[in-house]
């Protein structure tokens, strides 16, 4: 799997950029927010830590 950030400092450029990649999505692009992607690293890095049952 390849990642690519992409930085866009025009909205509606942006926009475009999306829109153009939304119809890739079938062919197996996917879309993730820079921010919502360090939320999944931080995410996966504690699933090796033990839990603790919350009763």
């Not at 992607?37 to 049952?53: G, V």
Request: hydrophobic share 45%; aromatic share 6%.
């Amino acid at each position: 799997m390849h990642s690519i950030a992409i930085n866009i400092k025009d909205d509606q450029l942006a926009k475009q950029v999306i829109w153009w990649l939304e119809h890739l999505k079938e062919d197996g692009v996917e879309i993730v927010s820079i921010e919502d992607l360090e939320d999944l690293k931080a995410l996966q890095a504690t699933r090796q830590e033990p839990c603790s049952a919350f009763e």
